[in-house]
């Protein structure tokens, strides 16, 4: 990466992309290993993060992810809260919004519904709300931003 950065080329986007994926991969990283010795962490939560981060286009619910670990959505919500901070609701919002991203940085000439629609959202408008709810604007002035 540094030396794409002191070497820059004409894919300026690329470059940003492939910085926002190594920024994410250390995010990722930062307290993997200790949850790894967390019995309830694997399995319960990285079961559904597996399913979120391969199923995230296609209509998923808190209460169908649930009821493939075979616990309530509640309890789903508890687990995920103490080790991610977060419920799986937001989880999964904030996966597709980080999906999005990389489609509007990828595919500029792509329209906003066909986004909203790859990443799992199936009411475009939500999608805009949810996404200037998550990162403070809309998916077009993110696109204008990059």
């Known amino acids: ?13 690329s470059f940003s992309i492939d910085c926002y994926k190594l920024l994410m991969h250390f995010m990722d990283n930062v307290n993997f290993n200790n949850l790894l010795n967390e019995p309830l962490y694997q399995k319960y939560v990285l079961p559904v993060i597996k399913e979120i981060e391969t199923s995230y286009a296609s209509e998923i619910t808190v209460q169908k992810l649930s009821q493939q670990v075979y616990v309530t959505p509640q309890y789903l919500s508890r687990l995920f809260s103490k080790f991610l901070g977060c419920s799986v609701y ?11 991203k990389e489609l509007l940085l990828t595919h500029q000439r792509m329209e906003i519904q066909q986004i909203s ?4 959202f199936l009411d475009t408008s939500h999608f805009i709300a949810m996404f200037k709810k998550f990162t403070g604007i809309t998916p077009l002035d993110f696109r204008k931003l990059n």
Do not use: F, W
């Not at 629609?117 to 799992?120: E, F, T």
């Open 1 to 13: 990466m540094t030396d794409r950065y002191e070497n820059p080329s004409i894919e300026a986007n």
């Open 90 to 100: 937001k989880y999964l919002t904030n996966y597709r919004i980080n999906k999005a």
């Open 117 to 120: 629609q790859l990443v799992g």
